[in-house]
């Protein structure tokens, strides 16, 4: 009995070994997509937490305190609000999306539906 490499040798058990490697990948590349499409929109939440906190600390406080809110506006050009709205409305549609493809799921599951 000679030791071959695996990749070297001849026959189905090579065949066998790649359709199974393909298999487990194929499983686990699908299991990591949908933790991303089901959590996925926790990342423009915390974008816009961020951002928000960014506008309060550096835009409200400053203009609380007697600050020009224009001139402060036009020192960070950053629209805070803006972009704090946009992944807002980003994370409401991913979640959305993700409460539908889980309603999807369980209903294709239980056949009711």
């Not at 790649?18 to 933790?35: N, P």
């Not at 979640?95 to 369980?106: F, L, M, N, Q, T």
């Amino acid at each position: 009995m000679s030791r071959e490499p695996i990749g070297s040798r001849s026959g189905g058990a090579e065949n066998n070994l790649t359709t199974l490697a393909y298999s487990v990948s194929t499983r686990l590349m699908k299991k990591q997509i949908s933790l991303l499409m089901l959590t996925g929109w926790l990342i423009p939440t915390a974008l816009a937490i961020v951002f928000f906190g960014r506008w309060i600390v550096e835009i409200v406080i400053p203009t609380l305190k007697g600050g020009d809110f224009d001139a402060l506006y036009d020192l960070h050009q950053v629209r805070y609000l803006d972009t704090t709205v946009v992944c807002t409305a980003i994370a409401f549609v991913w979640a959305s999306i993700a409460v539908v493809r889980v309603a999807r799921d369980i209903c294709l599951r239980s056949r009711e539906c």
